[in-house]
């Protein structure tokens, strides 16, 4: 008979592999995780102040998984308090040199600040992660850059009208929509 272990991770180690997840390939990002029990948390370092900016305007400080709260902290040598003018501006410097990022559209021209509506395109690539997913006896967790973004941004606090993340599509025909890493 096989001797069957259930590994279960603490919730928290998927929200931080997503992060990881979307992050990966920028060469202008490193993570730092310690998974210290009650006191997790994940330090994001990057010697771009403006990208710091960025990551700070869509992160949270600290997210909470019933009585463990995950800490997120953006390290920056020369961090800066940048303020950004549209949605768009703020995910072009959040995404420059990111692999997974296709491009942004908003759909209004400038000069419009009461609205500003923003799609942000992923590229057509299928993310893989080990997360626990009773679902799957693999555990692992197969989805798109969108629904990532979607879990881990915050921008409510600073755009009211919306933000729309997307996958970029092509309509070769014979070729496959997505990429398998």
């Known amino acids: 008979m096989t001797d069957v272990r259930l590994k279960i991770l603490p919730p928290w180690s998927v929200y931080v592999k997503k992060l990881v997840a979307m992050f990966d390939g920028d060469p202008e990002i490193a993570f730092n995780v310690d998974w ?3 006191h997790p948390s994940v330090t994001i370092s990057t010697g771009n102040p403006d990208k710091a900016a960025a990551l700070n305007a869509v992160l949270p400080e600290r997210k909470e ?31 420059d040199k990111n692999p997974a990022f296709a491009y942004c559209v908003a759909p209004v021209e400038e000069g419009y600040w009461y609205v500003d509506f923003c799609y942000v395109v992923f590229k057509n690539t299928v993310v893989q992660i080990f997360a626990d997913n009773l679902n799957d006896p693999h555990g692992v967790l197969s989805t798109l850059y969108q629904d990532i973004a979607e879990e881990l941004f915050d921008v409510k606090r600073y755009f009211a009208s919306g933000i729309a993340y997307c996958t970029d599509i092509e309509s070769n025909v014979g070729k496959p929509l997505g990429e398998w890493p």
């Open 65 to 95: 998984y019933g009585n463990v709260n995950l800490e997120i902290t953006i390290d920056c040598p020369k961090a800066v308090n940048r303020a950004f003018k549209t949605s768009k501006e703020l995910f072009e410097t959040l995404f």
């Open 36 to 38: 210290n029990g009650q």
